[in-house]
């Protein structure tokens, strides 16, 4: 069991990859935003990399243990630590019974950190999927971000002990900065049709902002006058950002009126504007770390061949290979 | 001989009308979903009874590496898992599956009636639009004797409220789709001689009743949940969504409501929907679920047909009204 004595800014149980197969009843999956410090974490630890582990936003979560397990932290660089002994990230080591975890301020760039124990954490499983979603109120623990006084339960086992000292090779470590490349692909709706040639090179030539009003639902970004190949959206409303309502690829960028806002883990299903460029799965994870009113992102536009390329070359990463001990 | 046209990259490809069939455009939406579009971008009841054929072609056809699909109006989102089933053969399927699917007229849809009853004018959805006059907007032009129900009379040349809820209950109400938040379903009438538009609120409401009912343009739609909307309000219904599941209706999981049902309003009072809620979370109470029958299209279609001249006389109607009343 894990004893929560400071539930942080925003810490919540994810699974990976979230509430998967739901989207035609209005339900995004949740999971982490950060999927490659997650199934990180689980790898270190010895879990499937899907299983069931913290997202602590911005740091502040204080928990005592109870049992004897591996420990990863990954992410974000909170200056965290065990008993007072700074502990190190991408690195999974032993806690025992009262051992206490702190996770203080964030250092340096990086905005989520992932905390997995080995056994993974024991939340009822609900709709699929252990992941809280945050808008729907559901799923992980009691459907919310922990607080002070919660008990979450670890999985029988687990004690971990084959599992301390292991270590994701150094050069595989992301480094995370205030400026993000992060690849998307053109579509489902852009030029020539929906935005012009011109507004299309500026959506991938932009250096844009991350709004300070950014969260689990979407990453906003500035506003910006588009010149659009349509004056209206016809039957689907005035604007010509308006179409008629369509399921929404998740991490894709919607554009709401004249604001792009990337949709991410807990977003909206469907709706009535263009999305006019869309993430890979391989780059999705560098959102979970932007620093909202602080860091910038550009949009690397790449082909579905090169997608396709660097997923596999992502799943090669995250796994057994890449772990050394010591 | 090839078209000459701007090269557009997040389409991957077309498939060209050939008879009843429209047009199907594939476009890229990421490395994991794909989103097939029909015709164009007008609102056609018979646009999505395909998509609903299509969807139901596709699930049967047990291509691997399908994820999930999500069917909307007029479109189709298609998660998939790249890695094993490459967009080409995706796109070769799902044109292989259009030959099969030739004509909509051909098409039984599964659909399930669900009898929701409904408290018109209700005092819930009153409280909240009383309070909307009182902190948003004093001089509202959709809030006539503290309700939208005079409005939507008003907006679509009916005589009175009780004109309004009759034209609501006469038609059953089709599920085109589910989606923004979870349960949320967007219904349109299958009867369009009762098909009454409005348009929405400005500024929005911050505050709605769990179990309201209201409609924006032409659709109609259940709030799953209390929260902000933009719908004009006409009454207050029975939960369609429990994080609880305290009813068996909810055994599977909190929603309610799948896209292709087909939702009739019962009237009722406020002191009866009352005394219903409570039996729903008690879990006695037993939602009136008539489980798959199909919608024929061909015969709907027929029916479509038949209705032509008191459609284009409400619409007539409807034409002359909207003159005379303020847009909010």
Known sequence: MLEVLEGGIQTTVQDFPGRVGYLDLGTYPAGPMDHFAFRTANLLVGNAQGAAALEVMVGGLKARFHDRRALALTGADTQATLNGTP???????????GDLLEMKMLKGAGFRSYVAVSGAFDVPEYMGSRATFTVGGFGGFEGRALKKGDQVRLNPGGTGDTQVGRRLRTNLRPQYGTHSEIEAMRGPQADPDYMTPDDMAFFFSHTWKVDRNSNRMGIRLESHKWQWARTSGGIAGGHPSNILDNGYAVWTVNVCGDQPIILVADGPSLGGFICNATLVSASTWKVGQLVPGRDTIRFKEVTMDEAVQMAQTLDTTISERSIERG | MP??????????????????????????????????????????????FRIFGLNDALKRSGVDGLIETVPALRSMLIQYDSLRLPTRRLVDTLKQLEETIASVDDLNIPSRRIELPMAFEDRWTRADI??????????????????????????????????????????????????????LPFMFPLDPRFAIVTPKYNPTRPWTPEGAVGIGGPCVAIYPVASPGGYQLFGRTIPIFDLQQRNPAFKDNPILLKAADRVQWVRVTDEALEAIREQVYAGTYRYKIVGYESLNVKSYLKFLESVKPEVAAFQRRQAEAVKQVAIP
């Open chain 2, 3 to 48: 078209q000459v046209m701007p090269r557009n990259r997040a389409v991957i490809d077309t498939l060209p009308a050939r008879g009843a069939r429209p047009p199907v455009t594939y476009r890229y939406a990421g490395d994991r979903f794909l989103l097939l579009e029909y015709g164009d971008m007008v609102l056609d009841l018979t646009m999505n």
């Open chain 1, 87 to 97: 502990l190190p990230l991408w690195e999974s080591v032993a806690v025992k019974a």
């Open chain 2, 130 to 183: 009383e309070r909307y006059v009182k902190f948003t907007r004093k001089d509202a032009p959709n809030v006539i004797n503290g309700h939208n129900i005079e409005y939507i009379a008003r907006y679509n040349g009916l005589r009175d409220p009780e004109e309004v809820i009759h034209y609501l209950c006469a038609t059953e109400w089709w599920n085109a789709c589910i989606g923004f938040w979870p349960g």
